[in-house]
């Protein structure tokens, strides 16, 4: 199952790593290794929140998440991504950005560097809203229970996680984007920059996980109608199979999977920089770290781990708003990757043993 899961994995592995060899030399090789590790760390929150989403859509759409999403994930995200950035915040067109990434590769981490407010501002509003949602929704299941509990009964206020979130926007706007290491251009308009950013990645998520929650509300009163069906063919002998997510649903469910895909790879393709600024090393390791996060998504879907261990989802979510936070304050301050990618490996890690060990108390108690 392990090696089934991971095949596509590990051959685009092989040739990305051989395209390294070929495109640079052995130095070249290891600099897409390290890359691919600093995408796994820290997207294995993207991971567990993936699963979460793509085990409530069909086998259809499933395929379609490993096929055309990480094609837009490895090429879009990872190439396309970096070069976009440069275009528009420099005012280029994309073949002259192209040729600038190539021939000038200072001079293209500088205009990357320069539009790292926005990018951080867009991400960090999407991410921020995704936790506020999860921590103020009262669940069956809660892992912190002493926090949770009082989250819960405050989420009953309407728009309230809209509110928070355009606080700390607010905040960072007025704090952080008045000092942003940005060339030129005025106090006011560094945080014009970081306002408008932020604000359309919370329009991004309202739009997007708007469309999603609505079409899913529909999946879920389709799912009651047939309910009686399926107790109904159970006591007759035959298995009643589960509705998931087709057509239009999981369209809108699968354009909010690229979307929140994509505010992950923000910290990853900002990060990359501080490893290389060549596009064609940066595009192959990122590319090759995608594809694990993907392939690892299907294997905790296969396996029902999200069901085993009912915490992990929790702590993915933490990881997201330790995350949210972290790429609005690297608006103005530098915060080395490590730091990140260990702050969702620790929260994960600890919610996993918090689920490893309720296992084990209602197994002794059974």
Known sequence: MLVKTFRWAFAVTA?????????????????????????????????????GILKKMNAFWQRI???????????GMRLVFPVVIVAVSARLSPWSAVHLALTDKDRYQELVTDAHPSIAAFGGM???????????????????????????KLGRIDMLSVCIAL???????TTFGAHAHQHGGTHADKAETVLLAGVAGLITYMVVGGLSGFFEQRLEDEEEREQAAEETAERAGRPGSPVKLAGKAAFFMFLY????????????????????????????????????VRSLTVYLVRQGTLDDYVYLEHGAHYAIGALS?????TIQYKINEIVTGLVGVVLIGASFWSSVRRNRALSDAS
């Open 15 to 51: 040739l990305g790593l051989a395209a390294g060899v070929l495109y640079d030399g052995w130095t070249a090789l290891g600099i897409v290794a390290i890359l691919s590790v600093l995408e796994v760390s820290l997207s294995f929150d993207n991971a567990v929140i993936n699963a």
């Open 65 to 75: 998440f490993l096929t055309v999403g990480i094609v837009i994930a490895v090429f």
């Open 126 to 152: 999407f991410l921020l809203m995704i936790f506020l949602d999860f921590i103020f929704e009262d669940r069956d299941i809660k892992w912190l229970a002493w926090l949770e509990r009082p989250l819960a």
């Open 167 to 173: 606080i700390v926007l607010l905040v960072s706007a």
């Open 257 to 292: 999977l690229e979307v929140l895909d994509a505010s992950f790879s923000f910290d990853g393709v900002i990060g990359a920089f501080a490893i290389t600024n060549d596009i064609v090393l940066m595009a192959l390791g990122l590319g090759i770290g995608a594809m694990y």
């Open 325 to 329: 936070l972290i790429l609005l304050v």
